[in-house]
């Protein structure tokens, strides 16, 4: 129980801070938000892990947890492509249904196939994490569009292995796990702004909204870590990949946004995914 919870409050949290990255990105563009809010993560995380004196972990936990960064960042990276220049609404569901399956394909093989009623729970869950991503303007003939699949894959492999290697990292410490990860992912973003000559210049009014996407960021990558000490890799990252979820919910209520009939369908299998984890 203790692990679903923490999935869950993973989930609500960086759909938080998706919320609060989404508003900035709106204002100054999405790779600086994601650039800064690594920064923000860093300024945080270095001196909390040197101020609670936690165990230095191993080489091997460093690499995989930079590892995890780098896959992740590039993952963000290319789905913030896809979504500029394919189908919004195949890229965002293609690419967190595929972050959640294969933690869950991993998890089958190390850590055993797991009980009838989570795997029923898989099924609900990874339903809701393609019905909550998806907006209602949805194509109606997703044939015509597979050649928008290639990138939003290619992002879900990214944030799958994000998945695996930090539930691998970050076994026996959290916070410097964390400062690996972030590092790594600050060094990709900003390879890649720089190739792009991106400009670096944000607005004052919207440090704000990237200070809190940072925050919320640190804050939903802990409980996701906490989640996968307490309980299987698998359950762990399918309850966090529900992250859109809050994100949709907090644009109904902040934005007015409406929510689809298949997004509330989504929302209704996550609540049937958690009941039964929790058996």
């Given at each position: 129980m203790i692990s679903i919870f923490y999935g869950l409050m993973s989930a609500l949290i960086w759909g938080a801070g998706d919320f609060a990255g989404g508003i900035a990105s709106r204002k100054t563009g999405a790779f600086r938000v994601v650039l800064f809010g690594e920064v923000v993560g860093m300024l945080i995380l270095v001196p909390v892990a040197l101020a609670v004196g936690e165990a230095i972990p191993d080489t091997m936990s460093w690499i995989q947890a930079a590892m995890a960064g780098a896959l992740g960042t590039l993952g963000l990276v290319l789905l913030y492509h896809a979504l500029a220049t394919g189908t919004m609404s195949i890229?965002?569901?293609?690419?967190?249904?595929?972050?959640?399956?294969?933690?869950?394909?991993?998890?089958?093989?190390?850590?055993?196939?797991?009980?009838?009623?989570?795997?029923?729970?898989?099924?609900?869950?990874?339903?809701?994490?393609?019905?909550?991503?998806?907006?209602?303007?949805?194509?109606?003939?997703?044939?015509?569009?597979?050649?928008?699949?290639?990138?939003?894959?290619?992002?879900?492999?990214?944030?799958?292995?994000?998945?695996?290697?930090?539930?691998?990292?970050?076994?026996e410490s959290t916070l410097w796990p964390m400062v690996a990860s972030r590092g790594a992912g600050l060094a990709v973003i900003a390879l890649f702004m720089l190739l792009r000559r991106d400009s670096y210049h944000v607005p004052r009014n919207v440090w704000p909204f990237i200070a809190l996407n940072g925050i919320l960021d640190i804050g939903g990558n802990a409980f996701y870590i906490l989640a996968g000490q307490m309980g299987r890799l698998d359950v762990s990252a399918v309850l966090s990949s529900l992250f859109p979820g809050a994100t949709i919910i907090l644009a109904q209520f902040f934005l007015k946004e409406r929510l689809s009939r298949m997004q509330w369908l989504g929302i209704g299998a996550a609540l049937v995914a958690i009941v039964l984890f929790a058996l």
């Open positions: 890229a965002a569901p293609v690419s967190a249904l595929t972050a959640a399956l294969l933690p869950v394909i991993i998890g089958s093989f190390s850590e055993g196939i797991p009980e009838g009623s989570v795997l029923m729970g898989f099924a609900f869950a990874l339903s809701a994490v393609w019905l909550v991503s998806r907006n209602h303007e949805e194509p109606r003939h997703i044939l015509a569009h597979l050649a928008d699949l290639r990138l939003p894959l290619f992002a879900g492999v990214g944030f799958g292995c994000y998945f695996v290697l930090m539930h691998s990292a970050a076994r």
